[in-house]
């Protein structure tokens, strides 16, 4: 039978840096906090006995709060796990330590593995291993996880673990000692039919844990007991309950840091990061600089970069578009499954293929940001901000991961304590423009703006964020009513991105766009070109104007005409959005039977006008983001009724902003 690993550990400590490194795996690591928001299994193959991993979401506490921290939780208390590795980041050792002391009172088997110890020890500060794990009773390992150093150490210790696990020290002591010594007496057989840890259950009852005592089912009797306790506690300990816990917990890390960690000075990495911050996180600077820092990554991405790259690949997709269609003439194949192949297929899918280089390379200096540390900082220059309408700064993490995509977005709300700002944030998260429709922006924009792209690149993802704010200024003040919660984040050190995990995350955005070039993309495209091939007798057309897809999109198309984009092939491909965002793309190819960008940009020019080009634009960062999107909505909102409100609002928004651009234009111009 499988043994099951928990590795668990504060935020951004290096948690999934470790999972990949003893998996073999290639989960997505970032230099900011709220990465892992959800749990993630691998097999640690390099052990006699396979032994699954599990990487559980960052936390700080085991008194759960946000989402996460109630994952976290509940798989530790509830599926106990034969080893638990806890990983701690040893350059801010004081601060992990905390987390530590409460996966001690869970008595199970356990592990520490002090991360990022080459910036201990190139910094001239030390940390006594031996007497560490002697203080604290557990099995204790240097490691350096990003370096790939200390790891076959850490299979070493599992293994030797698993087999004779070290008994745990009681860190209690003086009163609270006393105090859970005597409630344990108390609940022990209500513990034990449930099948839970005695410890940690007395330690949650003292910090008022509402959610174990009613698990627990205390009855008047029983908490009248316990109130009389702690009672006693607080008056020999002059503090109440959960201070007692709390300075317990401390003065056992301060003792043990004070033998084994000896701090010379703060580390390098954090030296240079406060001089940094001094400039990236100033009081007026930041904001304006991440925005030039932003117009630039959209300069080197559609300009300098993604052009020339975007070239190659569109040829080479030419190239072997017209060795397919000699193939198929070669061997006579019926003319219509030619054209479903070559007007069709090819054209949808190879369309937006084309734009892969733009999609990785703009990956790449966004993933070198997030890296770096730098995202973490955005979301402290925009708590002010934020604050204003009504949300914090922790909310932006779910809004910068929306830039990549809008599913793991909505999921990351999960790190936020306050279910208002939650359900808030879900809202609004979808208006951050997501990875999917930048081949719809490098379409628009090299048909009609090919000398201003970085400008209108920069103004179209500021249009999303400027209706994030406005959309959450009318909702706090109707139907979320009420303040934001305090923000406090951790802002980790800036660090020189890795080439590895700098690539690793812009292979993945390129996986996901292949996958669904070569699923959704492929099979709207076969759906779109036999929509636009037949009429009702299913007889093929000469005029795609007689298919039935002209005859569909006729009837939708006067609901777009106030917002500048009356043709019926502009509002087929708003609708085919909805499956994924790239559809918009190879609709428009497959209509206009366009098969290289030079084409399809001759065949935009005659369904829209600059202006009309820009309000459709503005409306597909707008509206509703695809099904998989709505899927997590309505996960995480619990129910089809809320989700549904959520992207009637979302699709509203983007109507009216783009009737509003379209008709003043129309006026000023």
């Known amino acids: 039978m499988n043994k099951t690993i928990a590795l668990i550990g504060n935020q951004n400590c290096g948690k999934t840096t470790l999972f990949n490194a003893l998996t073999g795996s290639n989960q997505h690591v970032g230099n900011f906090p709220g990465v892992t928001v959800e749990l993630k299994k691998g097999i640690i193959k390099k052990l006699k006995d396979n032994c699954v991993l599990v990487d559980l979401p960052g936390i700080y506490s085991l008194s759960p709060y946000t989402s996460e921290e109630i994952v976290s939780t ?20 004081e601060r992990n330590l905390y987390l530590t002391t409460q996966l001690i009172e869970l008595n199970i088997p356990m592990i520490l593995v002090l991360n990022m110890m080459d910036e201990v020890i190139s910094s001239g500060n030390c940390i006594d291993i031996d007497g560490f794990s002697e203080r604290i ?63 940690y259950c007395v330690t949650q009852i003292i910090g008022k844990n509402e959610t174990m005592i009613r698990r627990l089912q205390l009855n008047e009797s029983d908490m009248h007991i316990i109130a009389l306790i702690i009672d006693s506690m607080e008056t020999e300990t002059q503090t109440d309950r959960e201070a007692a816990l709390v300075d317990m917990r401390y003065l056992f890390i301060e003792d043990l840091c004070e033998h084994c960690v000896f701090k010379e000075q703060e580390t390098n990495e954090q030296i240079r990061s406060e001089k940094i911050d001094a400039i990236l996180t100033h009081k007026y600077l930041g904001i304006p600089l991440f925005i030039a820092i932003m117009l630039l990554i959209f300069f080197l991405t559609f300009t300098v970069f993604g052009e020339p790259l975007q070239g190659l690949m569109e040829e080479g997709i030419g190239l072997l578009t017209g060795q397919i269609a000699n193939l198929l003439n070669q061997f006579h194949v019926a003319s219509w499954l030619t054209t479903l192949i070559t007007e069709g297929i090819l054209v949808g899918v190879g369309n937006v293929l084309s734009f892969l280089p733009v999609i990785v390379i703009l990956f790449i200096f ?59 944030t879900i809202v609004l998260t979808p208006f951050m423009s997501c990875s999917a429709k930048l081949p719809i922006y490098a379409m628009i924009i090299a048909a009609f703006f090919p000398t201003k792209s970085a400008v209108v690149m920069i103004t179209i993802y500021c249009i999303g964020i400027f209706v994030a704010i406005i959309s959450a200024i009318l909702l706090k003040n109707t139907i979320f009513v009420g303040e934001s919660v305090p923000f406090v984040l951790e802002l980790p050190a800036y660090r020189i991105p890795t080439i590895r995990n700098v690539m690793m995350n812009a292979w993945d ?26 009429n009702f007798q299913f007889e093929m057309v000469v005029d795609s104007q007689d298919s039935i897809l002209a005859y569909l999109g006729t009837l939708v198309s006067p609901i777009f005409a106030p917002l500048g984009f009356s043709d019926w092939r502009a509002s087929t491909a708003i609708i085919t959005g909805i499956t994924a965002k790239e559809s918009v793309v190879s609709t428009l190819s497959v209509l206009t039977s366009s098969s290289t960008t030079e084409m399809l940009n001759s065949s935009l020019i005659g369904i829209f006008t600059p202006l009309s080009a820009f309000s459709f634009l503005v409306f597909t960062v707008l509206y509703m983001p695809c099904i998989a999107a ?16 959520t992207v009637g609002f979302q699709t509203g928004m983007a109507y009216i902003v783009a009737f509003i651009i379209y008709q003043l234009g129309s006026l000023l111009l």
């Open 366 to 424: 966004l993933s070198m940001l997030e890296d770096s540390g730098y995202m973490a900082r955005v979301a402290f220059v925009m708590d002010k901000l934020l604050r204003k309408i009504g949300l914090s700064g922790r909310s932006f993490v779910p809004m910068l991961i929306g830039f990549g995509c809008s599913v793991p977005a909505i999921m990351a709300t999960r790190t936020l304590s306050s279910e208002r700002d939650r359900k808030m």
């Open 630 to 645: 709505f899927a997590a909505t309505k996960r995480e909102l619990g129910g089809y009724i809320p989700a549904l409100l």
């Open 137 to 199: 009773g557990l099995p204790v390992i240097p490691v350096s996880a990003s370096k790939n150093e200390g790891i076959d150490d850490v299979l070493c210790c599992i293994r030797d673990t698993l087999e004779t696990p070290l008994r745990h020290l009681d860190l209690c002591h003086g009163p609270v000692h006393k105090a859970v010594h005597s409630i344990s007496h108390l609940i022990e057989e209500r513990v034990h039919q449930l099948d839970l840890p005695l410890r």
């Open 74 to 93: 509940e798989y530790l208390i509830t599926e106990k796990p034969d080893l638990i590795i806890n990983i701690l980041d040893a350059t801010n050792i």
């Open 509 to 534: 955005k390129a996986k996901d766009f292949i996958k669904k070039a070569f699923t959704v993309i492929f099979l709207a495209s076969i759906i779109i070109w036999f929509l636009q091939s037949f």
